[in-house]
């Protein structure tokens, strides 16, 4: 018989996928708005790796080591931080031209962590 847990310590449920069944775990977290949200995440072949990884999100929660993950890709990150930058011209040109060759068909569409 598996332990229950109390509110706000998070929970494992399980969801059916043409592999099998899969669990994803979900929990409070408090953003750095001051906000509290509900994060998900999901794919865990087995409940033990699950409830590992929620034990692991929880701690980094408690220890002050947990990151929000953004939507914002690297990629309009890098566009965004290029026009604030006040550089002269021939080196903004060639920051972009660095950054579209070697970073956005690369790993552009890599979410940030906050």
């Given amino acids: 018989m598996s332990k229950k847990r109390q509110y706000g310590e998070g929970g494992i449920s399980e969801y059916r996928t043409k592999a099998g069944p899969r669990y994803y775990i979900k929990y409070m977290a408090l953003r750095p708005d001051g906000t509290r949200s509900a994060v ?3 794919g865990f ?11 692991a999100e929880l701690r980094n929660l408690e220890t002050g080591q947990w990151v929000d993950v953004s939507k914002q890709s690297l990629s309009a990150y890098l ?3 290029l026009d604030g930058q006040r550089l002269a011209p021939s080196t903004l040109s060639s920051y972009q031209k660095n950054v579209r060759l070697h970073i956005d068909r690369h790993i552009g569409k890599t979410r940030l962590t906050v």
């Fill in 40 to 42: 998900l995440k999901r």
């Fill in 45 to 55: 072949v087995n409940r033990r790796e699950a409830a590992s990884a929620l034990r």
């Fill in 79 to 81: 566009a965004e931080w």
